[in-house]
């Protein structure tokens, strides 16, 4: 390839590359976080309409998993607003976008089988948008790096293997 048609510099292609997948898995993560709140909403509007006697199961069994639902979100949020913050200040950012994608991808898989075990019968039906957020998450967890992936780039970052 003549000079003047390189991107970047020679033979420094694949780390190009490389460092542009960061800013996408921050975009991916912070897809993942908007599907898990709407998951959380979802089942938040569905616990509301049901009386404090619930009888399809134990009202506070499904509290705690709603609160550990909002828990683990927020954390996800705040690892992509971490990343988020370390991209936009031009620093290095690949261990800190590529646990945002793991941790809010993973999120987002858990809080939408919550809601549909939490919506029941309705959660699978097509009544609510639970069963099509369930899919939706799902796809966090493969584009960009799957989960396997996000958990090497973090191995090799905290070993200090990673190329940055």
Known sequence: ???????????????????GLDGGRIGIASQAVGIAEAALQESLALFAARPESDPFG???????????????????????????????????HTREAAMAKLFASQTANEATREAVALAGRAGISGRNGVERLLRDARITELYEGTTEIQKLVISRQILGEGAA
């Not at 390839?1 to 460092?19: H, Q, S, T, Y």
């Open 1 to 19: 390839v003549p000079a003047a048609n390189l991107l970047g510099e020679e033979n420094k292609g694949f780390r190009i590359a490389m460092a």
């Open 58 to 92: 134990d009202r506070e069994m499904a509290d705690f998993r709603l609160a550990e639902m909002a828990t683990k979100i927020d954390a996800a949020r705040l690892l992509v607003e971490r990343a988020a913050a370390a991209k936009d200040a031009g620093k290095p």
